[in-house]
């Protein structure tokens, strides 16, 4: 059963960092793209990164460009999003999402329950 | 970008009624579209992908069509459980991005 569990939210001031970690089992961790998705309160999905199966191609949001960094540990099994300077328009749930296939481009099959992001003084 | 359009934003139906939701994307993707289904306090789930395909596990009455920039989602036979807000989302090129979502209501 394929499972991902999200850690590391919480309340951070503006200005703030957060390292978000997403424990994936029950699949192949190095064969897929993963992707972090992430949802405002009582907004919309906003994909936010991604990752490829290798771990050698990134790609973000204009959003969080230069602020947040998505990488992987194949070792570990667990997909990481560092967010830096963080700002209140950050604040949202933040979903760790597994893609279908091994294309970075796709869409995706697993989500992890989330995790909540708040940004508040 | 990409910009996914989705309507309508909303829609309230009866249990049976056949219900159709539609995105548009800002320039042709091809099929590569998926719809997701969430329901609230919840992680989405995907119910379409590759603008037709089934996932396994998803009811039958959900369907997808469409090409280039143009598709729907058809609920053939709206049930109680299919409350919930849907959203489509394009995986032809980065960013990824996904409508505003349509939020399907029981009567």
């Known amino acids: 059963e394929v499972q991902l569990l999200e850690s590391g939210g919480g309340l951070v001031q503006p200005g703030g960092s957060l390292r978000l970690s997403c424990a994936a089992s029950?699949?192949?961790?190095?064969?897929?793209?993963m992707s972090w998705v992430r949802q405002a309160p009582g907004k919309g999905l906003e994909w936010v990164s991604a990752?490829?199966?290798?771990?050698?191609?990134?790609y973000y949001a204009d959003s969080v460009k230069g602020q947040f960094t998505i990488s992987r540990d194949t070792s570990k099994n667990t997909l990481y999003l560092q967010m830096n300077s963080l700002r209140g328009e950050d604040t949202a749930v933040y979903y760790c999402?597994?893609?279908?296939?091994?294309?970075?481009?796709?869409?995706?099959?697993?989500w992890g329950q989330g995790t909540l992001v708040t940004v508040s003084s | 970008d990409i910009q996914m359009t989705q309507s309508p934003s909303s829609v309230s139906a009866s249990v049976g009624d056949r219900v159709t939701i539609t995105c548009r994307a800002s320039?042709?993707?091809?099929?590569?579209l998926a719809w997701y289904q969430q329901k609230p306090g919840k992680a989405p789930k995907l119910l379409i992908y590759?603008?037709?395909s089934l996932e396994s596990g998803v009811p039958s009455r959900f369907s997808g069509s469409g090409s280039g920039t143009d598709f729907t989602l058809t609920i053939s036979s709206l049930q109680p459980e299919d409350s919930a807000t849907y959203y489509c989302?394009?995986?032809?090129?980065?960013?990824?991005?996904f409508g505003g979502g349509t939020n399907v209501e029981i009567k």
């Open positions: 999402a597994k893609g279908q296939s091994g294309s970075s481009l796709d869409s995706v099959d697993y």
């Open positions: 029950g699949f192949t961790f190095s064969t897929y793209a």
């Open positions: 990752i490829s199966a290798g771990g050698g191609s990134t």
């Open positions: 320039r042709g993707i091809s099929v590569w």
């Open positions: 590759g603008a037709s």
């Open positions: 989302q394009q995986a032809n090129s980065f960013p990824l991005t």
